[in-house]
């Protein structure tokens, strides 16, 4: 990409601006200790609460707090965060082609359109009908009315027949008679009357199936150019940059004209982020999609691929990271240097991992966490949730403001409807709801109502994001409380229970994962009816588990709870806060009672390696994205222009006065790359909002 392109690209990202993550060092007791407790709440330049921290949600303890850490600017751009799909076999998902040149038909001249018209013509009055077909055909209609169709088809005439067919069985069976009889080349509908009209056919309506496949042959022939036999799915790689994977599900619904849920996808991406993954699609013809590249703008779709199944949520191993982090600095009392602080930082999470938290984007951008509003949905409080969800927020999405004052002030639903962007889709849902039961004449509101007609993927993420905070609440102390050891009622997932054991309905005995909200699913991986089982304090002495074993629930009516009961009434003691019970976890309402799930609490990453770069300008390119190296390769290979630079993931060091450090390592699903970046510099991750979006 030359220099212009870089910089169009970036005005692109107008109104995202980049800030840099605040240093937080432990204190002397802290390192002594090898275990430090994040007290600091991330503060904005004029020292205001900058949303909700970490310690809101759970989030306050570092693996090697002894090791210090680094500041630097995550997501500047969005070229600087690269997320590649790990598929089920283990395979990284890159863009390796931009689908195939479908091939041009030759143009006709005028006077040779006329002549295979001539030809066409003299070719139907030679034609004759089957005789088989014919005597089919004369039992039915009757011998004038056939004569008639010949007719229609050698002299390109019309007729109706004169015998009505009120059976619908009867009509379809004729129609495919027609078309059988007189080479798909005759177009029969039928009348109001349930007559026949027939006519030749303007243009080749209907083309027989060995038609097609050969016209879809290439040079080897072999169909589909070169994809092989058609099959019930088509899976593909996209390529997008700067958008959702569910808008670019959206728009490629819209331009196949196909309903979204027909688009399908392993997991969820980073917006703000260049990534690839796989999709699928059902009943689409291969160069439906790969026409699409003509009008696409930041999406590229390749690896087009036949199969019999489509791709469901959850399969996948996990994502493969590639992260720029600008503008390094250590603290200016420090004894190490930045490379040596890489070395052992990186060297201690390949080792040990990280605390496996649920990353901040969990629990949403705004000044009020998702979390809070799932508490209140798990308390039943059902006006408290709206207000909640339509209160007047400092940080929220500015465009919504005056909506939100409008209804602080007025609880004037229709008034604040129509200042309320479309985006804010569950405030809206709640307004529209509002507005019928105002003009109705209804004196009070009803808020549970106005809940339910909340998106169902949106309104059960609030009591998911309470799950998460409860999980990462009970982490953080399960770490205080006996750091990296095993203990004996410590949970592990039973692979002899899992493989062996029915769908149960509930209980504490058994642990059956049932949440269906897209989102939650991806984190569920494949747990579906997943069992666990505390270890003994035997298994702990003879070494055969690990940290690395160990799972924590969280609160639902179908898991398991830690059968140590310091543990288990960390569960107690967090809820009890909030007036819940991690014991009682079933609701009336089916979309807010929650069955639980498991999540490791240590999670390892494979292969993370650093590099360290130097440059000058705040917009230059640290890592080159799968496009960009497709179209420098191909260009090298076809003997065009292309950039020597851009031929490899890492262009060459430059040099320059500002410092940075590329990050590439593999996470699971469900993992967040910001927590493994927050043990590794030992930042506050809530201090920014475009930095939390970084789950694998």
């Known amino acids: 990409m030359s220099e212009s392109e870089d910089r169009k690209r970036e005005r692109d990202l107008s109104g995202e601006k980049s800030s840099e993550i605040e240093q937080v060092e432990p204190s002397r007791d802290e390192h002594q200790n090898k275990k430090s407790k994040l007290e600091t709440v991330a503060q904005n330049t004029n020292g205001i609460s900058d949303g909700i921290s970490e310690s809101d949600v759970g989030i306050t303890w570092f693996l090697t707090p002894q090791l210090p850490g680094f500041s630097g600017q995550i997501k500047q751009r969005y070229t600087d965060f690269l997320v590649n799909e790990i598929d089920k076999q283990g395979s990284v998902?890159?863009?390796?082609?931009?689908?195939?040149?479908?091939?041009?038909?030759?143009?006709?001249?005028?006077?040779?359109?006329?002549?295979?018209?001539?030809?066409e013509l003299e070719k139907r009055k030679a034609f004759t009908v089957d005789p088989e077909l014919r005597a089919k055909l004369v039992e039915v209609l009757g011998e004038s009315d056939v004569a008639k169709i010949e007719d229609v088809y050698k002299n390109v005439t019309k007729m109706e027949t004169s015998k009505k067919f009120e059976d619908k069985g009867e009509r379809t069976q004729l129609h495919q008679l027609l078309r059988a009889a007189f080479n798909n080349q005759l177009e029969s509908v039928t009348s109001p009357e349930n007559t026949f009209h027939i006519a030749l056919a303007t243009r080749k309506s209907r083309v027989s199936r060995k038609d097609l496949i050969d016209r879809t042959k290439d040079a080897n022939g072999v169909e589909n150019w070169g994809y092989g036999p058609s099959k019930e799915f088509v899976h593909f790689t996209a390529y997008k940059e700067n958008k959702d994977t569910m808008?670019?599900?959206?728009?490629?619904?819209?331009?196949?004209?196909?309903?979204?849920?027909?688009?399908?996808?392993?997991?969820?991406?980073?917006?703000?982020?260049?990534?690839?993954?796989?999709?699928?699609?059902?009943?689409?013809?291969?160069?439906?999609?790969?026409?699409?590249?003509?009008?696409l703008k930041g999406v590229v779709l390749g690896g087009f691929k036949f199969e019999n199944e489509s791709l469901s949520l959850g399969d996948l191993q996990g994502n493969e990271f590639t992260i720029a982090i600008r503008d390094v600095k250590v603290a200016e009392n420090s004894t190490l240097t930045f490379e040596k602080i890489l070395e052992e930082g990186c060297s201690s999470i390949q080792k040990n991992g990280f605390i496996n938290y649920f990353g901040m984007q969990r629990f949403g951008t705004f000044s009020v966490s998702t979390h809070e509003i799932g508490k209140w949905i798990l308390l039943g409080d059902w006006k408290k949730v709206s207000d909640l969800i339509l209160a007047e927020q400092e940080n929220v999405l500015p465009i919504s403001k005056e909506a939100r004052k409008v209804w602080s002030e007025t609880q004037d639903a229709e008034a604040a409807l129509n200042k309320?962007?479309?985006?804010?889709?569950?405030?809206?849902?709640?307004?529209?709801?509002?507005?019928?039961?105002?003009?109705?004449?209804?004196?009070?509101?009803?808020?549970?109502?106005?809940?339910?007609?909340?998106?169902?993927?949106l309104r059960t993420m609030y009591g998911h994001a309470y799950q998460?905070?409860?999980?990462?609440?009970?982490?953080?102390?399960?770490?205080?409380?006996?750091?990296?050891?095993?203990?004996?009622?410590?949970?592990?997932?039973?692979?002899?229970?899992?493989?062996?054991?029915?769908?149960?309905?509930?209980?504490?005995?058994?642990?059956t994962v049932k949440e269906d909200d897209e989102d939650f699913a991806e984190d569920l991986r494949e747990a579906h009816f997943e069992r666990a089982r505390p270890v003994t304090q035997e298994e702990v002495d003879s070494g055969k588990?690990?940290?690395?074993?160990?799972?924590?629930?969280?609160?639902?009516?179908?898991?398991?709870?830690?059968?140590?009961?310091?543990?288990?009434?960390?569960?107690?003691?967090?809820?009890?806060?909030?007036g819940l019970d991690p014991f009682d976890?079933?609701?009336?309402?089916?979309?807010?009672?929650?069955?639980?799930?498991?999540?490791?609490?240590?999670?390892?990453?494979?292969?993370?390696?650093?590099?360290?770069?130097?440059?000058?300008?705040?917009?230059?390119?640290?890592?080159?994205?799968?496009?960009?190296?497709?179209?420098?390769?191909?260009?090298?290979?076809?003997?065009?222009?292309?950039?020597?630079?851009?031929?490899?993931?890492?262009?060459?060091?430059?040099?320059?006065?500002?410092?940075?450090?590329?990050?590439?390592?593999?996470?699971?699903?469900?993992?967040?790359?910001?927590m493994l970046l927050r043990e590794l510099m030992k930042v506050e991750s809530s201090r920014r909002g475009d930095m939390c979006g970084v789950r694998s």
Request: charged fraction near 25%; glycine fraction near 6%.
């Open 420 to 457: 309320m962007p479309r985006q804010c889709v569950a405030e809206s849902a709640l307004l529209n709801c509002f507005v019928e039961q105002q003009t109705s004449g209804s004196s009070t509101l009803d808020y549970f109502q106005a809940i339910n007609k909340i998106p169902r993927n």
């Open 468 to 511: 998460s905070y409860v999980w990462n609440a009970v982490a953080s102390k399960r770490i205080e409380l006996f750091g990296l050891e095993i203990v004996a009622g410590d949970l592990i997932l039973d692979d002899g229970l899992n493989q062996a054991s029915e769908p149960c309905n509930g209980g504490e005995d058994a642990a």
């Open 93 to 119: 998902v890159h863009l390796t082609d931009k689908g195939f040149k479908m091939p041009k038909a030759p143009k006709k001249s005028k006077s040779e359109e006329a002549e295979e018209e001539k030809a």
């Open 247 to 295: 808008d670019v599900a959206n728009i490629l619904a819209r331009y196949l004209r196909v309903p979204t849920r027909v688009i399908r996808y392993a997991g969820t991406k980073d917006r703000r982020a260049i990534t690839c993954q796989r999709m699928s699609v059902s009943k689409i013809g291969v160069e439906r999609l790969n026409a699409l590249n003509r009008v």
């Open 545 to 578: 588990y690990s940290i690395n074993d160990v799972v924590l629930p969280s609160p639902g009516f179908d898991v398991v709870y830690p059968g140590n009961e310091t543990l288990r009434q960390l569960y107690v003691e967090v809820m009890s806060k909030d």
């Open 585 to 674: 976890m079933r609701r009336k309402a089916r979309d807010f009672s929650l069955a639980g799930s498991y999540r490791n609490v240590i999670h390892k990453p494979a292969n993370i390696e650093y590099k360290i770069l130097h440059y000058s300008s705040p917009t230059q390119q640290l890592v080159n994205t799968d496009l960009e190296i497709l179209n420098n390769r191909k260009g090298k290979e076809n003997g065009q222009r292309f950039m020597k630079d851009k031929l490899n993931r890492f262009p060459d060091d430059k040099g320059g006065e500002s410092t940075a450090v590329i990050l590439t390592f593999k996470l699971g699903v469900s993992a967040y790359a910001t």
